[in-house]
Antibody, heavy 114, light 107 residues
Framework: EVQLVESGGGLIQPGGSLRLSCAASGFTVISNYMSWVRQAPGKGLEWVSIVYSGGSSYYADSVKGRFTISRDNFKNALYLQMNSLRAEDTAVYYC????????WGQGTLVTVSS | DIQMTQSPSSLSASVGDRVTITCRASQGISNYLAWYQQKPGKVPKLLIYAASTLQSGVPSRFSGSGSGTDFTLTISSLQPEDVATYYCQKYNTAPFTFGPGTKVDIK
């Protein structure tokens, strides 16, 4: 059974950094397209980043230069390193498999506030 | 970048009604269009991909159509469990933009 479990969210001050993790089971992360999607409180879905099975990665303009997506083959995990965080980055962050997004994690809440 | 729009932004319909939601891309995306359902407080779920292919396990009352720039999600007979927000998403090339969503309620 495919499972995705995010962790690493929390309260962080503006300008700070946070690394989100997504532990995968039931499939191999490195062989799949893997994405991060976020949802601000009461708002719609926003695509954040994708890493292809070949290793290429892409980012939304809103996070380009601040966020980095990566994978760990041994841990079968996906990560999102978030730097220079802003209040508008406050959201539930979901990791998801595939494109389109066939499997989603439960999400982890990131709150950027002083 | 290609922009995605949806209409209406919300709708209220009776149980058994036929419901149609429209998604429009600012440029052609062939059939690289997916629809997701997000029930209140829940994780989004893939309903339809390739504009018209039903994801496994999704009830047959859901259907999708369209190609190029104009797409439609149809619920043939609205059920109480269909109360949700529906999002379209383009996935031909990055950025994989979502539409703003359509909130569906029961009248």
């Amino acid at each position: 059974e495919v499972q995705l479990v995010e962790s690493g969210g929390g309260l962080i001050q503006p300008g700070g950094s946070l690394r989100l993790s997504c532990a995968a089971s039931g499939f191999t992360v490195i062989s799949n397209y893997m994405s991060w999607v976020r949802q601000a409180p009461g708002k719609g879905l926003e695509w954040v980043s994708i890493v292809y099975s070949g290793g290429s990665s892409y980012y939304a303009d809103s996070v380009k230069g601040r966020f980095t997506i990566s994978r760990d083959n041994f841990k079968n995990a996906l990560y999102l390193q978030m730097n220079s965080l802003r209040a508008e980055d406050t959201a539930v962050y979901y990791c998801a498999r595939g494109q389109p997004l066939t499997h989603w994690g439960q999400g982890t809440l990131v709150t950027v506030s002083s | 970048d290609i922009q995605m729009t949806q209409s209406p932004s919300s709708l209220s319909a009776s149980v058994g009604d036929r419901v149609t939601i429209t998604c429009r891309a600012s440029q052609g995306i062939s059939n690289y269009l997916a629809w997701y359902q997000q029930k209140p407080g829940k994780v989004p779920k893939l309903l339809i991909y390739a504009a018209s292919t039903l994801q496994s396990g999704v009830p047959s009352r859901f259907s999708g159509s369209g190609s190029g720039t104009d797409f439609t999600l149809t619920i043939s007979s609205l059920q109480p469990e269909d109360v949700a927000t529906y999002y379209c998403q383009k996935y031909n090339t990055a950025p994989f933009t979502f539409g703003p969503g359509t909130k569906v309620d029961i009248k």
